[in-house]
């Protein structure tokens, strides 16, 4: 192992039990440089999560197995400021940091299945289920759920295509996918 494997190994073991031990990182978590997270109640991998540089989860989420985040990847609250207070500038408004903080967004969270790729610069507001297999395509924007094994592009997202040619493919792959334990 080299000089430099041994010093990403560190810095990730850094990370998963200092820096953000209150959340749950799987096993074989690895972190690009300036990735930031932060949740009101709860982050949880799965094993093999990769989070690309720049990247930021900045709401509740849980996050499968093999999930792969290219950089500037985020993971954005859709209620994290109380916008409906008249009379109180949005700069002022209560958020979902504080721990008053009652109004909307408090029990959503972002959830992404196994084995899904999202792409460089796609934003996913909370409340979204990504499906077992998909592909988010950069620069999307996904505001609604994401079907299984699918391809998801656009601002908003929707959907473009199938992640396999074939009914064929999608069913040998997670065949094998279950099989290997994930």
Same mark, same amino acid.
């Given at each position: 192992? /080299?000089?430099? $494997?041994?010093? +990403?190994?560190?810095?990730?073991?850094?990370?998963?039990?200092?820096?953000?031990?209150?959340?749950?990182?799987?096993?074989?978590?690895? %972190?690009?440089? $300036?990735?930031?997270?932060?949740?009101?109640?709860?982050?949880?991998?799965?094993?093999?999560?990769?989070?690309?540089?720049?990247?930021?989860?900045?709401?509740?989420?849980?996050?499968? !197995?093999?999930?792969?985040?290219?950089?500037?990847?985020?993971?954005?609250?859709?209620?994290?400021?109380?916008?409906?207070?008249?009379?109180?500038?949005?700069?002022?408004?209560? $958020?979902?940091?504080?721990?008053?903080?009652?109004?909307?967004?408090?029990?959503? +969270?972002?959830?992404?299945? !196994?084995?899904?790729?999202?792409?460089?610069? %796609?934003?996913?507001?909370?409340?979204?289920?990504?499906?077992?297999?998909?592909?988010?395509?950069?620069?999307?924007?996904?505001? +609604?759920?994401?079907?299984?094994?699918?391809?998801?592009?656009?601002?908003?997202?929707?959907?473009?295509?199938?992640?396999?040619?074939?009914?064929?493919?999608?069913?040998?792959?997670?065949?094998?996918?279950? /099989?290997?334990?994930?």
């Amino acid at each position: 192992m /080299s000089v430099v $494997q041994r010093l +990403k190994r560190v810095r990730d073991w850094y990370l998963v039990n200092v820096r953000w031990r209150k959340y749950q990182l799987g096993s074989g978590f690895h %972190a690009g440089r $300036q990735v930031f997270i932060y949740a009101k109640h709860s982050v949880r991998t799965g094993a093999n999560f990769y989070i690309g540089r720049y990247s930021e989860i900045g709401c509740d989420a849980e996050i499968g !197995d093999n999930v792969i985040f290219a950089n500037f990847v985020s993971l954005a609250g859709r209620y994290d400021h109380h916008y409906q207070q008249p009379g109180v500038p949005i700069r002022l408004a209560p $958020q979902i940091r504080d721990v008053d903080y009652d109004w909307k967004g408090l029990d959503e +969270k972002v959830v992404i299945e !196994d084995d899904v790729w999202v792409g460089y610069r %796609a934003i996913i507001m909370s409340g979204v289920h990504i499906g077992f297999g998909s592909i988010v395509a950069a620069g999307s924007v996904v505001t +609604k759920d994401v079907e299984p094994m699918s391809i998801y592009a656009g601002v908003p997202a929707r959907k473009v295509g199938e992640r396999f040619d074939s009914l064929d493919g999608m069913v040998q792959h997670r065949e094998w996918f279950d /099989s290997v334990g994930n």
